[in-house]
């Protein structure tokens, strides 16, 4: 049944998403510059400023929103603004209408589970933010499942996967090294979309991982990546040796120190089929794109 759907911060994901919902579905893509790309995607392009009740006065009503906007990889006050004043605005703004949503899709980060000493976790787990921005996305999930069902919204979490694609492969931070251990939860940004799009059809989950089937070692991941790629593999380093330097935020620090392994369990026992389902397909483009 075709529905429409706003997409709120309708960026690396969501210009993704919307080529896959526009030729059964109307979309609306809500953001604050760079219009022209969401209109190549085929959807209606507004430009609003998802923290501002008086500009989504403007976004026409819908039947779903996905709430995807970004803070600009700026610190824990910006991503308070977006990821919670900012959804609770969304939210109410159009619960509030007539016509009010039925679905909100909101996207979310595996970083809120914390550090488990790299073993797996997944929906059950507890989650623990272990940074300020982390603690702020905790806060918002909250907002899109418990408060959006307060407003009449079924909300559900999509916790994603450190995303790559498309400008995103990052290759020679990985082959020039050196690489820091740990363990890497990828998804490639197509299965993200695919994702959003699976769970707008009515999954009846308050949160749900989204991240390929494979969680790796960044040491492995590297020295794979450099096979495929026939260059040296690059230079390895511990936790510890890469602490001991005096050039880490405190933020950084504690990204080095969490470790932990996402399982997909759910999201495939939902029925979702990753187009991509470890980084040995996701990276075959970029890998082919080096060799030429």
């Known amino acids: 049944m075709s529905m429409r759907v ?3 911060g309708c960026g690396y994901v969501g210009l993704a998403l919307a080529r896959r919902l526009t030729p059964t579905h109307d979309v609306v893509g809500v ?17 609003t400023d998802v923290t501002d009740p008086d500009d989504l006065a403007a976004v026409p009503d819908a039947d779903a929103l996905v709430f ?15 990821y919670v004043d900012g959804l609770r605005t969304a939210i109410d703004a159009f619960a509030d209408r007539a016509n ?28 623990e933010p272990t940074t300020a921005k982390t603690e702020v996305l ?35 931070r990985y082959l020039k090294g050196p690489v820091t251990a740990g363990y890497l939860n990828m998804v490639h940004r197509i299965d993200a979309a695919g994702a959003v799009e699976f769970l707008l059809g009515g999954v ?11 969680p790796v070692s960044k040491h492995d991941f590297a020295d794979w990546l450099a096979d495929a790629c026939d260059v040296s593999r690059p230079e390895k380093q511990t936790k510890a040796e890469r602490l001991a330097a005096s050039d880490l935020s405190e933020a950084a620090e504690r990204r080095i120190q969490t470790s932990k392994r996402v399982s997909n369990g759910l999201l495939r026992e939902l029925g979702y089929e990753l187009e991509y389902p470890t980084f040995r397909e996701g990276y075959r483009a970029a890998v082919d794109a080096h060799a030429e």
């Not at 953001?31 to 430009?47: I, P, T």
């Open 31 to 47: 953001r604050r510059s760079d219009l022209d790309s969401v209109r190549d995607a085929g959807a209606e392009a507004v430009r």
């Open 204 to 214: 009846d989950e308050s949160v749900v991982n989204v991240v390929d089937d494979e």
């Open 100 to 127: 009010s949503p039925d679905k909100l899709v909101y996207t979310s980060s595996t970083g809120v589970y914390g550090d488990h000493d790299g073993a797996f976790v997944d929906e059950s787990t507890p989650i």
């Open 138 to 172: 905790a806060e918002a999930e909250r907002l899109a499942t418990a408060y959006a069902d307060e407003r009449g919204i079924d909300g559900t979490v999509a916790r994603f996967a450190g995303l790559y694609g498309p400008d995103r492969y990052r290759l020679e």
């Open 68 to 82: 995807a906007a970004s803070s600009g990889g700026r610190g824990a006050s910006a991503a308070r603004e977006v």
């Open 6 to 8: 706003v997409i709120l």
